[in-house]
């Protein structure tokens, strides 16, 4: 049955003369309809403002000011049912109700209304000022017009001035703790390894890219370098995307490996292995049953770069569900079980922007098991597609998932095919970030932190099935030919190797790949010097095989692909591989790595200016200016390259036992 704005049973659920069941349906109705449930809250509104005027004592008769708006409202022609009723019961009781008083709350309650309406819209007026003034400035000292040496003068004095404001207190230091949570204490660069004792080896698939994040922030807010512990090299080429050739045919990945001159060490190979899936075709997208628990703290609401982050990600989502799809949001805090917005069907645009629009803080106390509500919201609502649960929260984020059995929990959901991702928003190098990590391993999703529209912008694709597995399983492996190469090492992830025989043990176990998903590595090889005196004709030097082992999306068929790469006399690198050697390289910088040479900020920029490619975001061209701010920052000047042995070997260290 289609409700009316006319229908008697909206005047009995105002008044609260329904039964529970009576009321629980026609409330679903309610909000179901934008029209229905408007006209509902003015009746509610009208119902209020005669309980109040009932409650004060009435004067012995009415004014002729009180007369003549009871006339005025006697002459209004489209009347509802419960008009009618309200107008006539306040007729009767004229002489009872106090309508100057009436009036009087309403108009005060009004103007208060209005006036926190006119100072929400002023701050973010100002607010929106102030961004738009930090823009221009910014603007006007990259302008390309202007001439270079004044550009890079205002350049310079717009990072003295982010370097003031952080020295008063205006940046956030984050702490010097490890960004994952597998992390080993060890801050020093992988040594060189000699192939004479080790010639396979392995990288991890599970990339990450916070470090990226923390270093902009640090360069762009506070005009100064980072800690060398929270500068990660693989997040940093990780962090941008690479225009590497898709998987031909039914494959569901690809694999690419390059070689040239190391930019830090010419005598030296740089050696890039990448993997890409392929994406997803948005029109046979998986159905995707979607919920997502939302931290409703006041800091998290109310934060200009967290709550806003989030909801115009969901509004994008929004955009983009179909009928088939579900959405469901829950509340962090409270203790109440309802969800914000039930499963609500995609196509029902309105309800869920309401619900996303509408989503208010609470100073209730954290509610304990609203990840298990969760996971049972999704469990309730399985489809045969992408079941995903989404932890968006912040750095005040506190949970022991090994105590409290909810790691358990993620994990026995995760095998059932209910899958976890956590979004942190704020600086997620403390013991939060780790924490959310660790949940996401154990859900099988994903980390991400959030800290613009474009982290914002990848979260909708994730959602709309991009994580779906394509590769199951996927095992790497690396194999050196100790004819050609001396030794290697591998370029960052300090954190998850040693100089130990644990290579290939490094990482325990396979992983999933999924769609859209690609990983680059990067390796720094010696070469082995010839020995020959030119007796023998030259061969071409075949440095590696990479080869890749993984199932398919049904984890019943295994396959391999395999890429040998030959040391070919340094043919032309694509674009791809001279971006990645720029930001390793402004990596090495930033660690003051033993390794790094005499590659300066400079020719780094100059490096990655020229392997822009085509760069249809503008994420590579940001880098560039990145580059240039900290070259202009207080306190940044070339370091002379570090004394330190090239090998970077520990004394006594048994791999380094050849001469």
């Known amino acids: 049955m289609t409700l009316s704005k006319e229908d008697p049973r909206l005047a009995s659920y105002v008044l609260g003369e329904l039964d529970e069941d009576k009321r629980r349906a026609l409330s679903a109705e309610i909000g179901a309809d934008p029209e229905i449930r408007a006209e509902v809250e003015a009746l509610q509104a009208t119902t209020d403002l005669l309980r109040d005027g009932l409650a004060e004592r009435a004067p012995a008769e009415l004014s002729d000011g009180h007369r003549r708006v009871v006339e ?5 022609k489209e009347r509802r049912i419960l008009r009618w009723t309200l107008l006539a019961a306040a007729a009767v009781a004229a002489a009872a109700i106090p309508l100057g008083v009436m ?10 209304l209005q006036a926190m309406q006119d100072m929400a819209a002023f701050e973010a007026r100002e607010h929106a000022k102030e961004k738009e003034r930090r823009k221009q400035d910014a603007k006007d000292a990259k302008n390309v017009n202007v001439d270079p040496v004044e550009r890079r003068e205002r350049l310079r004095h717009l990072q003295e001035e982010r370097a003031r404001k952080a020295a008063a207190g205006g940046f956030k230091v984050p702490a010097l703790r490890r960004l994952t949570a597998r992390s080993r204490p060890r801050a020093d660069e992988n040594p060189f390894v000699y192939t004479t004792s080790i010639a ?27 800690p060398k512990d929270l500068v990660r090299v693989d997040e940093l080429v990780n962090a941008f995307a690479y225009d590497d050739p898709l998987p031909s045919g039914d494959e569901p990945l690809a694999a690419r490996a390059e070689v040239d001159r190391a930019p830090w060490a010419p005598s030296h190979r740089l050696v890039r292995l990448a993997l890409k899936t392929a994406p997803i075709d948005p029109a046979s997208r998986p159905r995707a049953n979607l919920v997502f628990v939302i931290d409703d703290s006041p800091a998290f609401v109310n934060h200009p770069d967290k709550l806003s982050l989030l909801q115009a990600a969901l509004r994008r989502l929004a955009s983009r569900l179909d009928a088939q799809d579900r959405l469901t949001i829950l509340a962090h805090r ?3 079980q309802e969800p914000w917005l039930p499963p609500t069907p995609g196509d029902d645009k309105s309800r869920i922007l309401d619900a996303i629009d509408k989503f208010k803080p609470s100073d209730a106390a954290p509610s304990g098991d609203f990840i298990q509500r969760a996971l049972a919201q999704a469990q309730a609502h399985f489809v045969d597609g992408v079941n995903r649960v989404f932890l968006a929260t912040d750095d005040h984020f506190t949970a022991d998932p090994a105590e409290s059995g909810l790691a358990a929990t993620v994990r026995e959901k995760a095998k059932a095919g209910i899958t976890l991702t956590t979004l942190g928003f704020g600086p997620m190098d403390g013991p939060a970030g780790q924490t959310l990590k660790r949940l996401a391993e154990e859900g099988k999703g994903g980390f991400a932190a959030i800290t613009g ?10 959602a709309l099935g991009t994580r779906a597995p394509l590769a199951r399983d996927v095992r790497v492996e690396v194999d050196f030919d100790p004819v050609w190469v001396r030794s290697f090492r591998l370029i960052g992830n300090e954190d998850r190797t040693g100089p130990e025989r644990e290579f290939l043990d490094a990482w325990k176990g396979p992983v999933d790949l999924y769609a859209g998903q690609a990983v680059t590595a990067l390796y720094e090889l010696e070469p082995r010097p010839d020995t020959s005196g030119g007796s023998e004709a030259p061969r071409t030097p075949y440095l590696l095989t990479l080869r890749v082992r993984y199932k398919d999306a049904s984890g019943q068929t295994s396959r391999e692909v395999e890429v040998p790469l030959l040391d070919e006399g340094y043919r ?12 390793a390289a402004f990596g090495l910088i930033l660690r003051d790595s033993p390794f790094k040479g005499d590659v300066t900020l400079a020719d780094v920029r100059a490096m990655a200016r020229k392997n822009l490619g085509a760069d249809p975001g503008g994420q590579r061209a940001r880098f560039v200016d990145l580059l240039e701010l900290l070259e202009l920052s207080p306190g940044t000047s070339p370091r002379p390259a570090s004394s330190a042995p090239r090998r970077g070997c ?10």
């Open 72 to 76: 005025r409202a006697t002459r209004r």
């Open 103 to 112: 009036h009087f709350h309403r108009e005060r309650e009004e103007a208060r």
């Open 200 to 226: 396979r080896t392995t990288f991890p698939l599970d990339v990450d890219t916070v470090s990226y994040s923390l270093v902009e922030r640090f360069i762009e807010e506070a005009a100064r370098r980072p």
């Open 334 to 336: 409270g203790a109440s």
């Open 453 to 462: 529209p474009d982290d914002a912008r990848k979260l909708v694709e994730e």
């Open 572 to 583: 032309e690198t694509s674009a791809d591989f001279g971006f990645a050697a720029s930001v």
């Open 650 to 659: 520990a004394p006594g260290d048994p791999l380094c036992s050849e001469l």
